[in-house]
């Protein structure tokens, strides 16, 4: 059967400016210049007789173009697997690993010089997501992940506990005696732990503590790290996870300020069972459990 298909560099020329809303930025990104982007462009919607673009007063998307870019963006990356499977694997493959951002940039990347210490044949290649991994289709050796341990058909190891703890630069900690001294502060919490009901907010928090909370001074940061580069800063107390303010804790540049508060979720090792056999993900997998033992101690 023969596929009625529009040229596959107008395809990418539209994939990449519908992505960036910039004829500009999809220019560099695909080293042509913005004129060949735009001309691909015209070409495209010509073929499909309508629009894709709106150009006027800024970019953006018709709705066929909106419909559009999904179907693309995943026909795309169906054509990358593809060619993955095609090319010849190597002798002495890199061990690939998904970890979450936040605990990639905060507790592994510093404690990496120890693996490749221990382990200096193997090449290791984080991706920094904290979405589902198709290990079928996807070049992926296993992911650490942060959730209840629910992976079925996988391998879950549970790694480490976590708790959540309060803390504050410590020229703050100083006037941060009570729970109740928190209401005079400006309290930072992370906006986008709302997937995790086991992670309290503020209220929450304050109400456990036996404060009478009133109208708390909350500001939010949709990220875990911006929360706690915020703490750093002195801008508020923080509630966050005790693992990602460990080595800030050990070196005094921010106070845990109450008892911690266990949490029921935990960091687990996962992968498919046949991964286990594989010499670099055993030696991952070890280290990892040697590292958070030796931190447990």
């Known amino acids: 059967m023969t596929r009625k298909l529009p040229p596959l560099r107008a395809l990418r020329a539209f994939e990449a400016a519908a992505r960036q809303l910039s004829f500009v930025r999809a220019a560099e990104e695909l080293h042509v210049t913005p004129a060949a982007v735009s001309q691909q462009i015209k070409l495209l919607e ?16 018709t709705p066929p173009g909106q419909a559009a870019l ?24 890199p061990l690939i690993v998904s970890v979450p ?19 200096p044949e193997i090449e290791l290649r ?16 296993a992911v650490v992940r942060y959730g209840g341990g629910n992976y079925p058909g996988l391998y879950a190891e549970r790694l480490k506990d976590e708790t959540i703890v309060v803390v504050a630069h410590p020229r703050l900690a100083a006037g941060l005696k009570r729970a109740e001294d928190l209401l005079g502060v400006t309290l930072l919490h992370n906006s986008a732990m709302g997937w995790d009901p ?45 693992t990602l303010i460990r080595d800030e804790l050990i070196d005094g540049r921010l106070i845990a300020l109450f008892p911690d508060q266990p949490l029921a979720n935990s960091y687990h090792f996962v992968c498919p069972p046949e991964h286990l056999e594989l010499p670099r993900v055993a030696a991952f997998r070890q280290w990892l459990r040697e590292e958070m033992a030796r931190e447990a101690t």
Not at 47 to 60: C, E, H, I, K
Not at 101 to 119: K, T
């Open 198 to 242: 086991t992670f309290p907010d503020w209220p929450s928090w304050l109400r456990n503590a036996g404060v009478n909370i009133g109208t708390p001074r909350i500001r939010e940061f949709g990220d875990v790290n911006l929360v706690i580069e915020a703490a750093l800063a002195g801008l508020g107390a923080a509630l966050v996870w005790r």
């Open 126 to 141: 984080l991706l920094a997501s904290v979405r589902a991994v198709d290990f079928e289709i996807e070049d992926v050796d």
């Open 101 to 119: 951002p936040s605990f990639a940039a905060r507790w592994l990347i510093p404690r990496l010089e120890r693996f490749q210490a221990a382990h």
């Open 70 to 93: 999904p179907l693309i963006r995943d026909a795309f990356d169906l054509m990358e697997r593809a060619a993955r499977q095609m090319r010849a694997a190597p002798e002495n493959p």
């Open 46 to 61: 010509e073929q499909m007789g309508q629009a894709l673009f709106q150009r006027s007063p800024t970019l953006s998307l």
